[in-house]
């Protein structure tokens, strides 16, 4: 098994085509076909087959691919750091992002790295917690900048960058924006996108202890532009950042509630995978995020581990 096996391999399924894979290597598609064959020789199984819809993995094929994906980009890493080297500066930077992270600096850095390294090819996806997972867990992502109120214990390196604070908010328009009280929103529903049980745990022991029946209607969204949409279009209340609040366009739609209770801080966490160096184009990224939020760290307590 060589590496330019996995490569194919990899390609393949990422472009559901021989052809796309050719075109994505800039090979032949029969030097694709070769060292497919070649691999299921060697392991005496198939690999790929075909469906309405182009080439897939097969169970096997699927297995190879998910451990081809880290020895591949791990290549590709080593070989743009030999690159860097050498004085050259090209080479990828994939950096995955939950949605609120857009507005703590992601914009700024992006400028400041632009400047020192102005040849790399940069991606930024933005992810749920399932999708920042996996990638993380496959090395496809170099690293990743997400806010969580705490992150899963196996989503790789993890190291706490700043905190923000977080309030009960509603839509201007809801006839529950006056409410000061848990009484008084006790049959609001309240909307989320915490994939746990945390959060609406939360919700329910915070009524719990003061004597009340939680809200019927806890609804979990896992789909953040719907999220974004229900936030406008309905009376629901739901945690949002002050941060987000007093300095986006969106947060200008919404107004704080003065309930006697507040969510819990929201915290921005660097992830990079386990055990994984960063190249020299992601480590400069993560020097200028820390300096873009600079003037956010007052109060905070930045690099401490989780």
Known sequence: MKIHHLRALVAIASTGSINGAAKALYVTQPAITKAVRELETEFGVRLLERNPWGVVPTAEGAALVSRARTVVREMERAEEDMA????LRDGSLVIGITPIVGTTGLAEAFVEFRKRWPMVTLEFRELGFNQLHEQLRNRTLDLAFAAFARPAS??????RMVSFETVFVTRAQSPYAD?????AVQEAEWIHTDVTDNYPGFVRAMFECAGLTPPRRITRCTSYALFYSLTISTDAIFAWTTHSLEGTSLGQSFVRLALPVAPPPLQLYLLSPQESQLTRPAEYFVHCIEQAIGPLLK????GEGV
């Open 154 to 159: 196996d989503l790789g390196s993890v190291k």
């Open 179 to 183: 409410a000061s009280s848990l009484e």
């Open 84 to 87: 860097h080297l050498k004085g």
């Open 299 to 302: 109060g905070t307590v930045v």
